[in-house]
C-alpha cells in the first residue's frame, strides 16, 4: 500500500497592493491598508516535488467570494476594487489524485474608509477636532463687520 502525502506547505510567494510588491512577514500576513489600496493581488505556492505539475489549487477571499476559486497553473489570485472592510485570503491545495488538504488562512487585511465615511469623522467636527470651510467662512465673514 502506498501513502500519498499531501503537498506541504502552502506558500504565499509575493503580495501586491495596487500593483507595487508589498513586503510583509510571510509567516504572519496581516496588513493594514488605507481606503486607496483596494487592488490585492497574491501569488502562492505549494511544496511538493512529485508530480507539483498536477497539484490544483483553491482560493477564496473570505469578505468577497462567496465560493472556491480553482486553478491548476495560475499560482495567482487578483482582487480589483475591494471595498473597504477586513478580508482573510484562504487556500488549501489537491495532490496530483485530487485528496484535497484542509484550508489555510494565509492573509488577512483590511481597508480602512476614509474619514469622512467613518463613525469618527462626525464626533470630530461636532467636537471640533475637525473645522469644516463653512463654520470658518462664517468666522471670518463676522469678523469683517
Same mark, same amino acid.
Given at each position: 500500500?502506498?501513502?500519498? #502525502?499531501?503537498?506541504?506547505? $502552502?506558500? @504565499? =510567494?509575493?503580495?501586491?497592493? *495596487?500593483?507595487?510588491?508589498? /513586503? +510583509?512577514? #510571510?509567516?504572519?500576513?496581516? $496588513?493594514? @491598508? =488605507?481606503?486607496?489600496?483596494? *487592488?490585492?493581488?497574491?501569488? /502562492? +505556492?505549494?511544496?511538493?516535488?512529485?508530480?507539483?505539475?498536477?497539484?490544483?489549487?483553491?482560493?477564496?477571499?473570505?469578505?468577497?467570494?462567496?465560493?472556491?476559486?480553482?486553478?491548476?497553473?495560475?499560482?495567482?489570485?487578483?482582487?480589483?476594487?475591494?471595498?473597504?472592510?477586513?478580508?482573510?485570503?484562504?487556500?488549501?491545495?489537491?495532490?496530483?489524485?485530487?485528496?484535497?488538504?484542509?484550508?489555510?488562512?494565509?492573509?488577512?487585511?483590511?481597508?480602512?474608509?476614509?474619514?469622512?465615511?467613518?463613525?469618527?469623522?462626525?464626533?470630530?467636527?461636532?467636537?471640533?477636532?475637525?473645522?469644516?470651510?463653512?463654520?470658518?467662512?462664517?468666522?471670518?465673514?463676522?469678523?469683517?463687520?
Amino acid at each position: 500500500m502506498r501513502v500519498w #502525502l499531501l503537498p506541504q506547505p $502552502l506558500l @504565499l =510567494d509575493r503580495i501586491y497592493v *495596487n500593483n507595487e510588491e508589498w /513586503f +510583509t512577514d #510571510l509567516d504572519h500576513p496581516v $496588513l493594514h @491598508l =488605507d481606503y486607496t489600496q483596494k *487592488n490585492i493581488s497574491v501569488d /502562492f +505556492t505549494a511544496v511538493h516535488f512529485i508530480n507539483a505539475d498536477k497539484l490544483r489549487f483553491a482560493y477564496r477571499l473570505a469578505g468577497a467570494d462567496d465560493d472556491w476559486k480553482y486553478s491548476t497553473s495560475n499560482r495567482n489570485a487578483q482582487y480589483a476594487s475591494l471595498s473597504p472592510g477586513s478580508y482573510v485570503f484562504k487556500l488549501k491545495v489537491a495532490d496530483e489524485r485530487g485528496n484535497w488538504g484542509p484550508e489555510h488562512e494565509m492573509l488577512s487585511f483590511t481597508i480602512v474608509p476614509p474619514l469622512e465615511d467613518s463613525m469618527v469623522y462626525p464626533v470630530c467636527v461636532r467636537y471640533g477636532g475637525l473645522h469644516d470651510d463653512v463654520d470658518h467662512q462664517k468666522t471670518n465673514s463676522h469678523d469683517s463687520v
